[in-house]
Each structure stands twice: as structure tokens, then as C-alpha cells.
């Protein structure tokens, strides 16, 4: 049996695509001039953040995470005896560590459990690694132990276990928002042989404790459980595509989902917005004429919420999927992976792993916070990185995903009141739609196991009323959801806001924070 990476042997930040550097590669593109220019002139006009992702654009760009061997030298606490609380792992805490979660199991008597962020080194004298937990996601501890060590009140549990056990264990008593995360270093761990199988079992235990035993377990090389959620039922699913013309977009969208898609019952809704060239309007007649599809007239200013508003009306789908018309499926299974979370009782919305015209991550799900509002996770990563923490590999919790390829149930869709197509009428929407279920009480996942191509934006021309429109969405956004930009929940504020995201460590890290719980 191989020795098992520490945190289950999931990617940590390590480069996860080429090992060029990203300096290098850099050198490479600025001979190209007109990259240089471009690069160059962004800067000179001050727009630091636009020039670094113009040029990740062009280059890709990888994780550059890893830290010197003498991190591990830091000073370090004394294990913990006749506190409050008790430690769980393998890992030693640093100094002052002890002293901060004392203190907030103090200021918050519902709090059972805690867990930070850490330092892994997997070879005496090799590269450091930091652990950057999201706040606490159930569905990614499945799949990824990504706890490390975790302080528990000495009250909480019958008797000690290990750290995932445990974890489960209080969810299951005190619900998950009794498992609190506190940015900043509290821990150095190196790896041990504990086997993964363990991890295995610990997640059999937990899921048949929980009603979940239909849901099926495999674990993977290098200690990643792949976790597959029963599908009771196929039922009918209902695909949206707005368009206007473009049919060099919309026909192969349309084939891919009738040509690769594996799913029984579907039916394609096309959102016409006064398409006008001839042959486009011929392929719609032949559409609708030999009843593989529903066109569905949406007149007026294009208008990308109503549009789908109107077609989710039509629809008899109980399964609503929103898609762009440049998106192209190629993978049979995809409507099954998202298909397989939408229906779980307290999912909203699900997002798919999208990929660009160079096969780079384009959707990983999206970030609050970052660039001032949001953006898109991994973005400029190879298309088979694992992601940090295998998030490009398995299901996870995150704010909100992209509805250029979403999928939600009609009845939770319509309960929101759909899209806002008042304050959000092109841009926003999705983000707008997710966030509104997660306050219902619903979670939004990213299932990469549902991959697709978007040739993003292909279909979308700037126009002096088009930007004017932008900008009022933009003060919709931040007044309806200000507070929520602050920090994402689901993302670490010790990455770099100012490079894609999930690339690079900020300048202050490590930066401590109040606890952070699940929304």
C-alpha cells in the first residue's frame, strides 16, 4: 500500500497543471508584442488586477502555494491539558493557538467544535503547504478530511475519536454550524501511515447513521472517497437556451444535447429573441415543426432573466436546466452527475465544471469578494487540475454558479420567484437566483464531475447602452448583497484577491479572523 499525502492525499496547492513558473511562461508571452502592449497598457492606466488576468488568460496560470521548510520551525504550543477543550489529529499546535480557540469556545457557548488553518510538510526537509479550509462544508468532507486537527469541547463527545469521526459525529448531534472554522496558522502537521480506509469507514458510519445508505462509496488513489448520490427517478428535464441568432452556436448546443446527452426524458426550450437572419428562423421552424424542441417567442430589449423566466413558465419539467447557447456538452453524463444533487431534498441550485475553447477551467463555481464582487473559481487552470483541496474533482458547497449551465428542481425555482429580471436583466441573475435560495434554506453545489464547453461570452457584443446597463447591475448587486462580499464563506481570505483565485498566498498571510460557520 503507498503511503497515504496527508489531508487524504488531495491536492493542497501544489502546481496542478505545467511546472513551468509562472514568471517564466510570463518571459514567453511579452515577446509575443502584442501581448506585451496589452499587459503593459493596462498597467500604465493603473488597472493592476485587469492586466494580471489578461495575462493568466493567455498563459494559464497554476497553484503557487508552496512554502520554505523552515515554515515548520515556528514556535508551538504545549498540548493542551485541563482546558476547555480537546485536540484530535496528529498535528501540533502553534503558539498562541491554544489561547485563541479558548477564547472562542468562550465567546460562543453553541460552538462544539473547531479547526483552523495548518501547514503541511509530506518529506523532512520539503516544501511547506498551507491548509486553507473553506467554513464548514459537509458534502466536501465527504470526499476530502481537509480538518487536519480539530479542537472539540471536552463535553461534546462520549469519548475521543479522530478528527472526522468526530466531526461527523457533532453535525449529527449539534447540526454543522456547530463546527466552526478560525482563519489563521494553528497547526503543523506531517503525514502518517494511518490507512485510508479509515476515512472510508468513518464516511460509511456517518451517511448509514444519517438515512443515507443508498448513497454509494469508492475510494480513489490517493485517499479521495468518490461519493455517488442515488437518482430515485429520471424525470423530465427541461432544457432553457436563449439565443438570437447565432445558429453557428445554437446548432451544435442543440446536437450535443440530443447526440451526448445520456438522460431519457428532455425537453429543449429555445428563447427566441427576435433572431432575424433566415436560416436561423428556418432551423427554428424545422425545430419546433418536427417537435424536438419549444421555441418560445421573447420579443424586446434582450433581456437574459425574463427570457428564462418565460420558458420555465412553459415548461413541464420538474428538473429546470439553464443553459447558454455556447455551451456544448461532449460527456454523456453530465445531466446525470447534476441531476443526482438537484434532487437531494436540500440542494438548490447546481453549477457543472465548464471548460474554455483552450480546455482551461473556465466555471469551478463562483466567489464572492474577489475583484470586488465575483468571479469564477480556477478560473485559467488546466482543464485536469484537481483544484485546491480536489474541488475541480468533487462536489462542494459554494455561493453561487454560473447559469450558463445550471441546473435546479422547478418547484424550488418558482418558490424563489426565478430570476430578477427588474434589477438583473443580463448580468448578475445567477448569482442573484443562488443567493436567494441559499437564504431559503437550500445550498448550492458545483458537481465537476459534469463537464462541458463554453465558449464563453462568444455570443455578446459591448455597446455604450450595454455598459450603462452593466453599471446599474453592479449598484443592484453590491446594495442587495454587500455584506455577503465582504468574505465568502466558502473561500479563504488568506489567498490573493489580485490573481484569479485559489493561486496565490496574500501578502498578509497568514491573517487571523472571527470564526466562520456554514451559511
Known sequence: MSRPDPMGGVSLGEPSGSRRSFRATARDVLRQPRAALGVLTARLAGKRLRARQRLAALIGIDHRLALPATEMDRPRDEAPAGGSFILLGSGTLLQGASERIERAFADDPNLQA???DGLVQREPGGPVFPI???AFDPDLLLSVDYLGTLAVRRDALLSPSDPLSAAFVIAERYGAK??????GLLYLHRPNDEPANHRLAAVRAHLDRTGREAVMLMMETGGLVRVTHPLPETP???????TRDRLDLLRPCLDALRSRTAWPRLEVLVCDNESREPETLAYL???AGEGRGVVVPCPGPFNFAAMNNAAAAQAKGSLLVFMNNDVEAFRPDWLVAMARHA???????????????????QHGGIVLGTGGLATHAHRHFPGDAPGYLSTLRVAHRVSAV???CLMVEARKFHAVGGFDADEFAVDFNDVDLCLRLNAAGYHTLQVPEAVLHHREAASRRWTPEARARHEREVAAFKKRWGPLLVQDPHYHLG???????????AKDFPRQGPVRRPA
Open 114 to 116: 473547531l479547526y483552523g
Open 132 to 134: 486553507l479550509p473553506p
Open 178 to 183: 456547530a463546527i466552526g472554522h478560525l482563519p
Open 236 to 242: 423530465l428535464v427541461s432544457v432553457i437556451v436563449p
Open 285 to 287: 421552424r424545422t425545430l
Open 343 to 361: 434532487l437531494r431534498p436540500e440542494v438548490g441550485a447546481v453549477g457543472a465544471k465548464l471548460l474554455d475553447g483552450e480546455g482551461r477551467i
Open 402 to 404: 454560473t447559469a450558463a
Open 495 to 505: 489567498f490573493d484577491t489580485g490573481l484569479s483565485t485559489h493561486a496565490r498566498l
